[in-house]
């Protein structure tokens, strides 16, 4: 199995920043994408990036402050949060897929999921 790997992860006081950082073996070949879970609440999609970069796309509640990427090169993939609020707070996990993804906010359409990384933001 594929194994992938969140880093990153903290606390951090509202209206800061945050990195995370995902790595997977051969990432070229994902389609890769962030969801993430806070206590008592569903999971959320975040945030996914086509296999080159090319195209990103983003859920409502980040849509402006995060920005991913990738670098295939080093098979890292990040999620750069900005202006974070408390109700980001949430255990944030790397996903990745074989693609293509026919709707990016469901769960299914990836194959692979990291253990996930905690992100605390304070008041």
């Known amino acids: 199995a594929q194994q992938v790997v969140e880093s990153g992860g903290g606390l951090v006081q509202a209206g800061g920043s945050l990195t995370l950082a995902c790595t997977i073996r051969d990432l070229r070949d994902y389609i890769m994408g962030w969801f993430r879970q806070a206590p008592g609440k569903e999971r959320e999609w975040v945030s996914s990036?086509?296999?080159?970069?090319?195209?990103?796309y983003y859920g409502d509640s980040v849509k402006g402050r995060f920005t991913i990427s990738r670098d295939n090169a080093n098979n890292t993939m990040y999620l750069q949060m900005n202006s974070l609020k408390v109700e980001d707070t949430a255990i944030y996990y790397c996903v990745a897929a074989l693609g293509p993804v026919g709707t990016w906010s469901s769960a299914s359409e990836y194959n692979y999921w990291g253990q996930g990384t905690q992100v605390t933001v304070s008041s």
């Open positions: 990036i086509t296999w080159t970069g090319g195209s990103t």
